[in-house]
């Protein structure tokens, strides 16, 4: 009934750039965090960036992506976005949108079902 959808994957060369969103349905996003999650095939799975309730912005783990990936939200739209630049090979992965009470944390209450990027010359 509480769905998440990303959308926006696809192909990608090295150094392109694509914007995923993520679109809540059966609940408002206004009192939840939003972390994008990545696993590619044989890999755990990663915690790259997420946004509080409140619009502040966490990038957990992935220095990786800090200065390529920014993460937006408009809760008007029940959804938030990921702007991904620079695209290199190693980001291919699916990606994920994940949904948790409040403040960035662990354990998120609400997954989507992932988007595919492939990042390939």
């Known amino acids: 009934q509480l769905q998440l959808v990303e959308s926006g994957g696809g192909l990608v060369q090295p150094g392109g750039s694509l914007r995923l969103s993520c679109v809540a349905s059966g609940f408002s996003l206004d009192y939840y965090s939003i972390t994008w999650f990545r696993q590619a095939p044989g890999k755990e799975r990663e915690a790259v960036i997420c946004i509080s309730f409140s619009g502040n912005i966490n990038s957990t783990d992935s220095d990786s992506v800090k200065g390529r990936f920014t993460i937006s939200r408009d809760n008007a739209k029940n959804t938030v976005y990921l702007q991904m630049n620079s695209l290199k090979l190693e980001d291919t992965a699916v990606y994920y949108c994940?949904?948790?009470?409040?403040?960035?944390?662990?354990?998120?209450?609400?997954w989507g079902q992932g988007t595919q990027v492939t990042v390939s010359s």
């Open positions: 994940a949904a948790r009470s409040f403040s960035c944390g662990n354990n998120p209450a609400y």
